[in-house]
């Protein structure tokens, strides 16, 4: 694993100042509290003046925040005040502003004390020495994660042997270049789709829906702020997308994604859905998330990635009938994980891991921050699947995160929805193995020597990325333009690092 024995040393001289630090933080907690509650956020530590901890847990949802949070997070608390002796206050982001806010958490020193965090922000973390170690928290108070993951999953977590993050329990295969598409629109037109396996066979059946419903934004990506591109995977992203394994990760070599095959036809085929008319002239700066558009009944179809229970998943989600295609190979790579992590201003990291413990091991936990609370927003059928009450639907119930289930922890701790096969937890981990793996699966890049050249190459793709991925820019001079910036800005010395990293990677494993 990668070398961070620099920033291990300077952690434990930090524990060390921790206690000298607690009384200005429970201060700076309090005083934070006032002023977040005049710019309407949410953050209470009012728990801190009684006997009971209270955890400020970072989640990220696509779509919108359930209206019943509070609901679902009191009944949550009954339960772990009872188990750990803490409450959770959820703050519950939307996914295109998520890594942004934990940025600014982190950096401010905010109360935050469990965080779920992707790749990206995994990785910045841990650059900026923002994330706790976890081995002496895990040992004394997550044994129920180790018996549930077993060491090898935890491995994905490490970093030099050291746990930064607990690796959920999920799909890890994806199945990209999935598109979910309105069934009644397919009926209405009598569009087959059983013979759809390209980017090609879908682009006709955007024609025949935008010829026929020309008001109707035909395609859209499913994350505000993110480009489809995230769907359309066809290599490994080694952490970002500077620098890659393309062919799915069958390759040791380190190359410029932007350079690559895939990723212009990709373009291509964005650049001209979006001068044909099917993404909306608005989509680089869109508000809304695909299942949102799509429950307000102006979208025909939006990007998403297979696996079971897709079809359940997205529907409870924007409350139509779906039909999904998916035509590019399911693979794994290095960076399909999400993590629990508990950074390292946690005021009580001792709880904070018993708080991830439980979502690992309680079924009951799981269901209320995955389903919300039985008898309201979800009743329980005879065979054990769950559906909505009676009167309710996915456009009126308080509270559902199905969408986000595999982002909890242990997703085979969930209930089963009534429209998935009852063995849906049986077929995903049937599914994990299937599929293409990445060579470099396991493997963690550490950008910490070319922070500077990443910087300034992420600002050039920033100025591109949205505007060139959703198809608003034609590839034919946007990207040589982007490349040419990249390249200036240092993007071979970011490859060049990665592939360092890799090759000694790879040694250690005997490869």
Request: glycine share 8%; hydrophobic share 35%; with cysteine.
């Amino acid at each position: 694993m990668i070398k961070f024995r620099h920033l291990i040393k300077e952690r434990k001289t930090n524990r060390k100042r921790e206690g000298e630090m607690t009384m200005k933080k429970k201060a700076l907690a309090m005083l934070m509290a006032i002023c977040t509650m005049a710019a309407g956020m949410s953050v209470n530590v009012s728990a801190e003046t009684g006997d009971t901890d209270k955890l400020v847990v970072a989640l990220r949802i696509t779509g919108t925040t359930p209206a019943d949070v509070s609901e679902v997070q009191d009944k949550m608390n009954e339960i772990l005040r009872d188990k750990i002796g803490a409450e959770v206050e959820l703050l519950i982001i939307p996914s295109g502003s998520y890594k942004q806010q934990m940025t600014l958490m982190l950096s401010g020193d905010e109360k935050l004390d469990v965080m779920g965090c992707n790749s990206g922000i995994y990785t910045t973390a841990l650059a900026s020495e923002a994330l706790k170690p976890l081995d002496d928290l895990l040992a004394e108070y997550g044994q129920g994660i180790v018996d549930a993951e077993g060491e090898a999953q935890l491995e994905q977590g490490q970093v030099d042997g050291v746990q930064y993050g607990i690796p959920v329990m999920c799909d890890t295969a994806v199945g990209y270049g999935t598109f979910g598409m309105r069934t009644d629109i397919l009926e209405k037109y009598n569009i087959d789709v059983s013979d759809v396996h390209s980017y090609d066979d879908m682009t006709e059946v955007f024609k025949i829906v935008h010829e026929n419903e020309p008001d109707m934004t035909v395609i859209a990506p499913t994350t505000v702020g993110y480009s489809p591109m995230q769907y359309c995977v066809e290599w490994d992203k080694l952490g970002d997308y500077f620098g890659v394994l393309e062919d799915h990760g069958q390759t040791t070599t380190v190359t410029n994604l932007f350079e690559s095959d895939a990723y212009r036809n990709y373009l291509d085929v964005m650049h001209n859905w979006y001068e044909s008319g099917y993404f909306s002239k608005d989509v680089t700066t869109a508000t809304e998330a695909g299942s949102s558009l799509m429950k307000g009944g102006n979208l025909f179809c939006y990007f998403n990635a297979n696996k079971p229970g897709i079809k359940t998943q997205e529907e409870n989600s924007c409350g139509l009938d779906l039909t999904f295609v998916q035509v590019l190979d399911t693979f794994t790579q290095t960076s399909n994980n999400w993590q629990w992590t508990i950074p390292e201003n946690c005021e009580y990291p001792e709880k904070a891991m018993q708080f991830i413990n439980e979502l690992y091991t309680d079924p009951d936990i799981i269901n209320l921050l995955c389903y919300g609370i039985d008898g309201e927003h979800y009743v329980e059928n005879e065979d054990g699947t769950i559906t909505y009450p009676e009167g309710v639907d996915a456009t009126t119930v308080g509270y559902n995160m199905a969408p986000n289930v595999w982002a909890v922890g242990n997703e085979f701790l969930a209930k089963v929805w009534d429209t998935n096969d009852p063995d849906v937890w049986e077929q995903t981990q049937e599914w994990n193995k299937s599929g293409i793996v990445s060579k470099a699966y396991g493997f963690f890049y550490d950008n910490i020597n070319v922070t500077t050249e990443m910087a300034a190459v992420q600002s050039v793709y920033d100025e591109y990325r949205m505007s060139l991925e959703c198809g608003v820019l034609d590839p034919e001079t946007a990207l040589p333009e982007m490349n040419e910036k990249m390249y200036a800005a240092g993007l071979q010395n970011i490859i060049d690092e990665k592939q360092a990293q890799l090759d000694k990677w790879l040694e250690s494993k005997g490869e």
